[in-house]
Nanobody
Framework: QVQLVESWGGLVQPGGSLRLSCAVS????????VGWFRQAPGEEREGVSC????????VYADSVKGRFTISIDNAKNTVYLQMNSLNFEDTAVYYC????????????????WGKGTLVTVSS
């Protein structure tokens, strides 16, 4: 059974940084895609970034390019989302998701989801 557990959301001031973690378990294959999504109150879910487990290739939404960095530690089965230069518009619940497809169309959704972690950017 695939399980995804997000952690390390929290409250941060504008301009600050946070690093989210997603512990991934249960995949029978070493080849899978892991994505980060977010959903702000009253807004639709947005695909933020995606990474492939085999070669570390990445995809980013335009809204976070240059500020967010996704990475994977295969030894720890953990995917990270380093978020820098945070602003009020980044406030959302952040979800980790994964499936056996590629990152090409990850923003349409993925098969397995975590419960989410809240990131609040406030002064």
């Amino acid at each position: 059974q695939v399980q995804l557990v997000e952690s390390w959301g929290g409250l941060v001031q504008p301009g600050g940084s946070l690093r989210l973690s997603c512990a991934v378990s249960g995949f029978a294959s070493d080849l899978f895609a892991v994505g980060w999504f977010r959903q702000a109150p009253g807004e639709e879910r947005e695909g933020v970034s995606c990474i492939m487990s085999n070669d570390g290739s990445t995809v980013y939404a335009d809204s976070v390019k240059g500020r967010f960095t996704i990475s994977i530690d295969n030894a720890k089965n953990t995917v990270y989302l380093q978020m820098n230069s945070l602003n009020f518009e980044d406030t959302a619940v952040y979800y980790c998701a994964a499936d056996l497809a590629t990152c090409r169309n990850y923003y349409y959704g993925m098969d397995h989801w975590g419960k989410g972690t809240l990131v609040t950017v406030s002064s």
